[in-house]
């Protein structure tokens, strides 16, 4: 409910930001048109990656988490141009989620889920001289990285079992698609708002389990990677 809200509260905001600009006058000759940024903000997982079913076997149990972006714009005309990103995603494992599965008690380990992509595409800004209505959808490469996850189980006698799940990582193409804002702090630097719908489909092979030390099994596993980001941060104009 919460994620709903921030995402609804921002695009309100978007929209409010580029009819008040609609009447603003036309960017100068001089004005920037590039940037560079730094953002960061929470990493929302959903659909699958989020899910917490037993009975969804492509569940993730991926919490929601962090982002960071690098990201690039540049107008190559009024108002069409490039753009390219560089981020990087963590999301925590839900540990008290997962123990839910067993039966006996459990105790649950994990390190985070993590998704790194570089992509480049098509970039579009409303070229206010004050505030900007910006959209970019780009598409890239992406490493994903599975958590690994260690189990302890505790019967009634007292009997204990240690499972591990190894942690394996996959690449595969990924995209983004992202609305915001750039508004203007001074000649040289905006502030920059962004909503954006990350999206990955790695294939993890070899991901081995082992009870008491010893194999029991390798498989190949394919996640979908969804997640919603709300960022902020700080861009360098260019000209």
């Given amino acids: 409910m919460k994620r709903t809200i921030y995402?609804?509260?921002?695009?309100?905001?978007?929209?409010?930001?580029?009819?008040?600009?609609?009447?603003?006058?036309?960017?100068?000759?001089e004005d920037k048109k590039g940037f560079i940024g730094l953002s960061l903000g929470p990493?929302?997982?959903y659909t699958d990656f989020a899910s917490k079913d037993i009975n969804n076997e492509n569940a993730g149990f991926a919490k929601t988490g962090f982002n960071l972006n690098v990201?690039?714009?540049?107008?190559?005309?009024?108002?069409?141009?490039?753009?390219?990103m560089l981020c990087g995603n963590s999301n925590s494992f839900d540990n008290?989620?997962?123990e839910k599965i067993f039966s006996t008690l459990a105790q649950v380990n994990s390190t985070p889920w993590k998704s790194n992509g570089v992509m480049a595409g098509g970039y579009y800004s409303s070229a206010s001289s004050k505030v900007s209505f910006e959209m970019r959808l780009v598409i890239g490469y992406a490493n994903t990285t599975s958590p690994e996850?260690?189990?302890r189980l505790t019967d009634f006698s007292g009997a204990q079992v240690d499972l591990l799940q190894e942690s394996?990582?996959?690449g595969t193409l990924c995209s983004d698609f992202g609305v915001g804002l750039k508004a203007a702090l001074s000649e040289k630097f905006s502030f920059l708002g962004n909503l954006d719908f990350y999206a990955t489909e790695p294939e993890l092979s070899n991901v081995r389990t082992y009870i008491d030390g010893v194999l029991y099994d390798s498989s190949t596993l394919k996640q979908r990677v969804s997640i919603i980001t709300i960022t902020a941060g700080i861009a360098y104009n260019l000209k």
């Fill in 43 to 45: 990493a929302f997982s």
């Fill in 149 to 151: 996850i260690s189990v």
């Fill in 71 to 84: 990201s690039f714009g540049y107008r190559l005309g009024r108002h069409f141009g490039i753009a390219a």
């Fill in 168 to 170: 394996v990582s996959g």
């Fill in 7 to 29: 995402i609804l509260i921002f695009i309100c905001l978007v929209v409010f930001a580029a009819s008040a600009q609609s009447k603003s006058s036309e960017a100068s000759s």
């Fill in 96 to 98: 008290a989620g997962f």
